[in-house]
């Protein structure tokens, strides 16, 4: 395993050195053996934007072709982060020799050099700017662990970066459909922060990049995780924001203008909307995972029990049930709601995401959908669904 970590690491060795040099041409990686629907090569070439050169990914699948713009650093990343792993091909051609690497069935590489295919580097024009939210070269992220001290992302954290700027884009576009946009100063709570990738990078978002000085508070049930989260927003002088330990409900639920609550485990995203729903909170951002409360509960109709008489097909549909209703819940208070794939499930499992942001109340859509709730309780034999129990009397 170690010999096959050196020769991976010696070809991306001289990818790096490649760049550095301008000897670089292009990059193929090929045999792809992962899960993403009908991806099957990249093809990655030098362009240049204005007066930078980046690397531009040409991602082909079946029926389209998806261009992304990357730095030196990033690109590094993604390619290690994929050979091996998605791809058992990697090519790297340059006008000193063309490398190539590739791996069995069993995942050991072998890697040979030969005559270089092209003799000079052809770099193209292109207008296409890659738009990026996190700059991998914040301190955090390498305190975090993320990136190394060059600012450069680890391999292995590609995926997590990755997640991170997806995240910061999301907010982004949240922000400024919503009333908070002409905000000069905004609140934050973040609902079982973890390890707080996500708090740390709203922060950053909100106060040095956009300029709206944004307090945020974490809330982690381990204390060993928002004391650490502490140390890094200290070394980083993120003044505005803090961490404390404890759970939702021990929050103040003082007002706060957006309130997230991502990956928290079953009914605890439950208690992240009532409290936010407390709190009048503008925006709402939730990933569930765990959906276990409505699957101890729930009863298939029988025009659809055939379907998902199978234990994984009845996991996924009490999952859809549970974050459906509380779409709905969210709508009845006056919240405009979307559900999507928050990324790619090639890059995590917990892909779900629910967005709210405040738009009015109104008692007619309030009772409409308090009617489709009931209505789809009783279709699935629910008593309740936890959520229901411990919603506020305030829908203004």
């Keep these: ?19 550095e040099s301008k000897t670089f041409v292009k990059f193929t990686l090929g045999k792809f053996r992962g899960n993403e629907d009908g991806l099957e090569n990249i093809y990655i070439i ?10 531009s990914f040409r991602y082909k699948y079946k029926s389209k072709d998806i261009f ?3 730095d030196f650093s990033e690109a590094s990343g993604i390619i290690s982060g994929e050979i091996g792993k998605n791809f058992l091909y ?39 700017l890659k738009t990026r939210f996190v700059d991998s070269r914040e301190k955090y992220l390498n305190l975090l662990k993320i990136t190394n001290a060059k600012g450069e992302i680890r391999g292995e954290k590609y995926d997590k970066f990755r997640q991170i700027d997806k995240f910061i884009e999301i907010v982004d576009s949240l922000f400024k459909d919503s009333d908070l946009s002409d905000n000069n100063e905004i609140t934050i709570v973040d609902f079982g922060s973890g390890k707080s990738y996500l708090t740390f990078a ?19 049930q381990r204390k060993e995780l928002a ?18 330990a404890g759970t939702i409900d021990d929050f103040s639920g003082k007002p706060s203008d957006i309130v997230t609550a991502l990956h928290a485990c079953d009914t605890a995203t439950d208690d992240a909307i009532a409290k936010a729903l407390k709190m009048n909170a503008r925006i709402i951002i939730l990933a569930p995972c765990c959906q276990k409360y409505i699957r101890r509960q729930l009863n298939i109709p029988e025009n659809i029990n055939s379907i998902f008489k199978h234990g994984i097909l009845e996991e996924h549909l009490s999952s859809f049930v549970t974050d459906g209703l509380r779409a709905l819940v969210l709508e009845s208070y006056g919240y405009k709601t979307k559900v999507f794939e928050f990324i790619s499930s090639e890059h995590t499992g917990k892909n779900i995401m629910i967005t709210a942001v405040k738009d009015k109340y109104d ?31 305030v829908k203004n």
């Design 1 to 19: 395993m170690e010999k096959d970590t050196d020769i991976k690491q010696e070809f991306l060795d001289k990818l790096k050195e490649s760049l």
């Design 68 to 70: 992304k713009n990357y």
């Design 46 to 55: 030098p362009v240049r934007l204005k007066d930078d050169v980046v690397l």
């Design 363 to 393: 008692e007619e859509q309030y009772l409409l959908k308090i009617a489709e709730i009931e209505k789809l309780k009783a279709q699935f034999g629910l008593k309740d669904f936890y959520l229901d129990k411990i919603l506020p009397n």
């Design 227 to 244: 004391d650490a989260s502490n140390y890094i927003a200290a070394e980083c002088k993120f003044d505005k924001l803090s961490f404390t």
């Design 202 to 220: 709203m922060y950053d978002y909100f106060n040095n990049h956009l300029d709206i000085k944004t307090i945020i508070s974490g809330v982690e």
């Design 90 to 128: 990697g090519g790297l051609f340059t006008t000193k020799n063309d490398i190539i690497i590739e791996y069995n069935k069993k995942r050991v590489p072998r890697t040979y050099s030969r005559k270089p295919s092209f003799t000079k580097v052809d770099i193209k024009e292109h207008n296409r």
